[in-house]
């Protein structure tokens, strides 16, 4: 790159570890850590849930699935998140509020012993910790690649380089870092893609060529389903996304909790939902024109199209600013993951295995909510190091982590609805284990050999039948539903919102 593009992004990494520096100033306590003491406008909420919903994976794997296939990615990717979403402005986006002002919760898990029981939420929390380590160490990878085309690193320093940045803004300023420097990242990542946009279409002709690319295109990258993403896929896929984009992914759900209101949780869902419709269109449109304007790229590099385009056509000074938002988007998702993971550790995990963490101080429990981010930067890092181990960035992504994220949130989402109210304990177990199995047999065909498609669907689609046939069984037979959750799901039932003097979530 040239000593421009160098200094760009030097000021880029510098702005954020000020940006988290700066934040410190919010965190008085774990409160303002986890959830920004539910102060978070909406607007802001609504961006940082849009930034941390995808990572360089989308510049990455994804961009070498629009090189070989085409408009499919917007069809199985942007198009079912943004319906997912605007899914959750009425269902699940404010419920997620209520919870931390009435019950003062600070964690996606935290209503969870109350819901069902304490076993139930440490096999949910372990779970989808476990998993967070596997998706976050992918986007490191993807990260790790963007820099190995820009700047010719090697896989482990730029990894490394990557998660001391996220680690420092993390652990310093909390949710408050993580939401401030997601909103700066998305002016940089604007910025940047208007750039590629708009230099792409001059090089293909024109404003004409958003319709006329298509025909300069193989047949098949129009179509809306093109080879492994098939219609079992996209339903599985589009399942999937429901769940994890309104609080299966915790560090989603972590947004939601930090707006004020209810009501301000829907319009953030609501600006996240049309950013996700309209803005992936922007950012694919170079992507789906690679084929193009740089064509015979082997195979092999397909994942690096993009950074190849980008670096080609651009001048110095903007492929800085483009790599800048392309690591903008990375240390935006995992360092809210860390945060979200942290949440957990620290009030669900922790201190059921180590009595002595229940009774710390704010002081002694912010420390420990630091350590325990830095111990999961870590982990992730080793993950991405050994990457190939689960089949690279993309395989980790989808054949792991997407595959295996359903059946963890089904009991958790459907949780909050009264209408599943009747699915104890029980149901969320067997449901967990059920989706597992199957995911295994799916996996390594066990017993017959299965499509990418149903390796994805089978398990979210088998634990959700599980579930629900267990709180059928418990309505046929009259068993009744737990009084403590059946309380909890008529508060958050409710419209009002509560100024946070409730009572604390394990004592209701």
């Keep these: 790159m040239h000593l421009l593009d160098w200094i760009v992004m030097a000021a880029f990494f510098l702005s954020m570890i000020f940006l988290g520096w700066w934040s410190r100033i919010f965190i008085r306590n774990t409160n303002d850590f986890f959830t920004g003491s539910g102060k978070m406008p909406w607007w802001l909420v609504g961006i940082s849930h849009h930034m941390s919903g995808y990572s360089a994976v989308v510049f990455t794997a994804y961009a070498g699935v629009a090189y070989k296939y085409g408009f499919t990615i917007y069809i199985w990717w942007a198009l079912p998140v943004a319906l997912a979403c605007y899914l959750g402005v009425w269902v699940f986006a404010p419920r997620w509020s209520r919870l931390r002002s009435k019950y003062r919760i600070e964690s996606p898990m935290e209503f969870i012993s109350t819901r069902y029981d304490v076993p139930t939420q440490q096999l949910l929390a372990w779970w989808g910790v476990l998993l967070k380590i596997l998706d976050v160490g992918a986007k490191w990878v993807a990260l790790a690649l963007i820099l190995a085309a820009f700047a010719d690193m090697d896989l482990i320093p730029a990894v490394l380089l990557s998660v001391s940045v996220g680690l420092f803004y993390s652990m310093i300023g909390g949710l408050w870092a993580s939401v401030l420097t997601d909103f700066?990242?998305?002016?940089?990542?604007?910025?940047?893609?208007?750039?590629?946009?708009?230099?792409?279409?001059?090089?293909?002709?024109?404003?004409?060529?958003?319709?006329?690319?298509?025909?300069?295109?193989?047949?098949?990258?129009?179509?809306?389903?093109?080879?492994?993403?098939?219609?079992?896929?996209?339903?599985?896929?589009?399942?999937?996304?429901?769940?994890?984009?309104?609080?299966?992914?915790?560090?989603?759900?972590?947004?939601?909790?930090?707006?004020?209101?209810g009501k301000d949780a829907k319009k953030a869902a609501i600006l996240s939902s049309t950013l996700y419709l309209v803005w992936p269109l922007v950012l694919f449109f170079p992507m789906w024109a690679a084929p193009i304007l740089i064509p015979g790229i082997p195979e092999a590099d397909y994942e690096k199209s993009y950074c190849i385009m980008t670096m080609q056509f651009l001048p110095a000074g903007l492929v800085g600013l483009l790599l800048a938002s392309l690591v903008a988007h990375t240390l935006a998702m995992t360092t809210s993951d860390a945060t979200a993971i942290t949440a957990v550790l620290a009030r669900d995990i922790v201190p059921k295995m180590w009595k002595r963490a229940a009774t710390f101080n704010e002081k002694q429990a912010l420390w420990l909510a630091r350590w325990i981010t830095l111990i999961f930067m870590?982990?992730?890092?080793?993950?991405?190091?050994?990457?190939?181990?689960?089949?690279?960035?993309?395989?980790?992504?989808?054949?792991?982590?997407?595959?295996?994220?359903?059946?963890?949130?089904?009991?958790?989402?459907?949780?909050?609805?009264?209408?599943?109210?009747?699915?104890?304990?029980?149901?969320?177990?067997?449901?967990?284990?059920t989706g597992l199995f199957v995911f295994i047999v799916c996996k390594y065909d066990w017993f017959f050999p299965t499509s990418f498609g149903i390796d994805i669907l089978a398990p979210t689609l088998t634990a959700l039948v599980v579930y629900l046939l267990l709180g059928g069984y418990n309505v046929v037979f009259g068993i009744p539903p737990k009084p403590e959750a059946v309380a909890m799901l008529q508060a958050l039932n409710s419209e009002g919102d509560s100024d946070g003097s409730s009572l604390n979530i394990q004592t209701i």
Excluded: K
């Design 184 to 261: 700066v990242q998305f002016i940089v990542q604007f910025v940047a893609g208007i750039v590629i946009f708009c230099y792409a279409l001059v090089l293909l002709g024109g404003i004409s060529s958003l319709w006329t690319l298509w025909d300069r295109l193989p047949p098949e990258h129009s179509r809306w389903l093109v080879g492994q993403w098939d219609e079992a896929f996209l339903v599985g896929i589009l399942l999937i996304y429901i769940l994890g984009y309104n609080g299966g992914t915790w560090n989603l759900a972590q947004r939601y909790i930090a707006a004020p209101t």
């Design 378 to 433: 870590i982990l992730t890092a080793l993950i991405a190091i050994f990457s190939d181990q689960f089949g690279g960035m993309l395989g980790l992504i989808l054949s792991w982590f997407s595959a295996l994220l359903g059946p963890v949130s089904i009991p958790m989402l459907l949780g909050l609805l009264p209408q599943f109210r009747r699915c104890g304990s029980g149901a969320a177990f067997a449901s967990v284990f």
